[in-house]
């Protein structure tokens, strides 16, 4: 069965998992994990990038570019669990390859 993959909208999701949810530090984005059962078998992600990135512009471009990660390999993770990618200013000036490789070992680190 396909895993379904949704957006997290509402800011009180967002407190939950910094909250209650694993921190794991990368290089160029940093990741919030929080496991939920009462997830009916699909996958929440959460895109953050903060004024720190730079103007709109950088920060959208962010933002695309954590959601097309996310496509890629979030999508094979375990079902009925909250992600929070967190951008940092160093995402924009690597490579898309790189940051795929990145993303896939610190999930595999958690």
């Known amino acids: 069965m396909a895993q379904k993959l949704f957006t997290i909208k509402k800011r009180s999701t967002f407190v939950l998992i910094r909250d209650k ?3 794991v530090k990368g290089k160029n984005m940093n990741i919030q994990i929080l496991r939920n059962q009462e997830l009916s078998n699909s996958i929440g992600v959460g895109y953050t990038a903060s004024k720190k990135i730079g103007n709109a512009v950088k920060r959208n471009k962010a933002k695309r570019i954590m959601r097309e ?4 390999i979030i999508i094979n993770c375990k079902t009925n669990t909250y992600f929070v990618l ?4 160093s995402l924009l000036k690597e490579k898309f390859g790189i940051l795929l490789k990145e993303l896939e070992t610190n999930l595999n680190d958690n």
Do not use: T
């Open 21 to 23: 949810g694993n921190f």
């Open 69 to 72: 990660l996310s496509r890629k």
């Open 86 to 89: 967190i951008a940092k200013a």
